[in-house]
């Protein structure tokens, strides 16, 4: 469908949308969307209330917290570019408020700008098979399901891939960390793809909700392997905020961070749900068994946290 306009307003739906050759029929984007890199070039039609690129982790916290106290909205659409935009299909979520711009505003504001009804697509994984399925239902809304198929194929394989060659052997215990301050695990997809990657992720529910850890839990847990990637965060941001966790003496106390085995990803991609989740997996399985698929996982999707810590310092 060459004339199709379509407006994302969250950063996975833009990187499927890109992913399926539709980069052309993106008019629009929110904030957040800036991957691929031609995104960032494209109309922004939702903004964060409050800037927090310089924020930290338990600043950040309050500030959410803040928010949904009073109800007060985290991200605003612009309404009048939405209208000028005139989007066929307007792509938007029911997962996560702190994310992105919630499904309910985004019906709200099309009603009251647009004199159509637009095709309005929204999406709330909780899974792997989740995601492939939103891909295709993407694919399907933008009259490319036949190239949302052979996408999935392609992803399909690097998953099998993975968990065949992953399955044998023990399953080290490994904990994801998806927030610093307040200490927090990792939810929906991710535990899925620790198993997938051949280790048990014991502190989170496969599928289920992130929630708050007590260091209590973790000592208890003693995972074998930590993998930092806190939601949102660029790797310079992993690499400053978990450098905060040297001065307590829990983190120290781990064996994980004594023998060497944390490693930081950079938080922007595990907490996307588009295609590149299953570059997180291969990340995954070669952080945990680097003579099994060293070369495996694409470049800046992990580093070791010693060596990132050493660069940090200089």
Same mark, same amino acid.
């Given at each position: 469908?060459?004339?199709?306009?379509?407006v994302?307003?969250?950063?996975? %739906?833009?990187?499927?949308v890109?992913?399926?050759g539709?980069?052309?029929?993106?008019?629009g984007?929110?904030?957040?969307?800036?991957?691929? %890199?031609?995104?960032r070039?494209?109309? /922004?039609? =939702?903004?964060?209330v409050?800037?927090? =690129?310089?924020?930290?982790?338990?600043?950040?916290?309050?500030i959410?917290?803040?928010?949904?106290?009073?109800?007060?909205?985290?991200y605003?659409i612009?309404?009048?570019?939405?209208?000028?935009?005139r989007?066929d299909?307007?792509?938007?979520?029911?997962?996560?408020e702190?994310?992105? /711009?919630?499904?309910g505003?985004v019906?709200?504001?099309a009603?009251?700008?647009?004199?159509?009804?637009?095709?309005?697509? =929204?999406? $709330?994984?909780?899974?792997?098979?989740?995601?492939?399925?939103?891909i295709r239902r993407?694919?399907a809304?933008? &009259?490319?399901?036949?190239?949302?198929?052979?996408l999935?194929?392609?992803?399909?394989?690097?998953?099998?891939?993975?968990?065949r $060659?992953?399955?044998?052997?023990?399953?080290?215990?490994v904990?994801?960390?998806?927030w610093?301050e307040?200490?927090?695990?990792?939810?929906?997809?991710?535990?899925?793809? /620790?198993?997938l990657?051949?280790?048990?992720?014991?502190l989170?529910?496969?599928? &289920?909700?992130?929630?708050?850890v007590?260091?209590?839990?973790?000592?208890?847990?003693?995972?074998d392997?930590?993998?930092?990637m806190?939601?949102?965060?660029?790797?310079?941001?992993?690499?400053a905020?978990?450098?905060?966790?040297?001065?307590?003496?829990?983190?120290?106390?781990?064996t994980?961070?004594?023998e060497?085995?944390?490693?930081?990803?950079?938080?922007?991609i595990?907490?996307?749900?588009g295609?590149?989740?299953?570059?997180?997996?291969?990340?995954?399985?070669?952080?945990?068994?680097?003579?099994?698929?060293?070369?495996?996982? $694409?470049? &800046?999707?992990?580093?070791? %946290?010693?060596?990132?810590?050493?660069?940090a310092?200089?």
């Open positions: 469908m060459p004339d199709m306009r379509i994302s307003l969250l950063p996975s %739906a833009t990187e499927i890109f992913a399926l539709l980069g052309e029929s993106l008019v984007v929110s904030h957040m969307c800036d991957y691929p %890199a031609p995104a070039g494209l109309p /922004v039609v =939702s903004r964060s409050r800037s927090k =690129s310089h924020l930290s982790s338990a600043e950040i916290d309050s959410i917290q803040q928010a949904r106290a009073t109800g007060n909205p985290l605003v612009d309404g009048d570019l939405l209208r000028r935009l989007p299909v307007i792509l938007t979520q029911e997962l996560c702190v994310c992105a /711009v919630g499904a505003s019906f709200e504001t009603a009251k700008v647009l004199d159509y009804t637009p095709e309005i697509l =929204s999406i $709330r994984p909780a899974g792997l098979e989740d995601i492939f399925d939103n993407i694919g809304a933008a &009259g490319v399901l036949g190239g949302a198929e052979e999935l194929q392609q992803l399909q394989r690097r998953t099998e891939n993975v968990a $060659r992953a399955a044998d052997g023990r399953r080290p215990r904990f994801c960390i998806d610093l307040p200490l927090r695990n990792t939810g929906q997809w991710t535990p899925e793809l /620790v198993e990657a051949g280790g048990e992720e014991g989170a529910e496969k599928w &289920g909700k992130s929630r708050e007590s260091w209590d839990e973790v000592l208890e847990y003693q995972p392997y930590v993998m930092v806190p939601c949102a965060f660029n790797m310079d941001r992993t690499i905020e978990t450098a905060r966790l040297s001065e307590r003496g829990e983190w120290n106390s781990l994980a961070v004594r060497g085995r944390v490693f930081l990803f950079d938080g922007q595990p907490s996307r749900h295609p590149r989740v299953v570059d997180v997996l291969e990340g995954l399985a070669e952080a945990m068994r680097p003579q099994l698929f060293n070369g495996l996982a $694409r470049s &800046g999707i992990f580093r070791p %946290a010693t060596a990132t810590h050493a660069a310092a200089r």
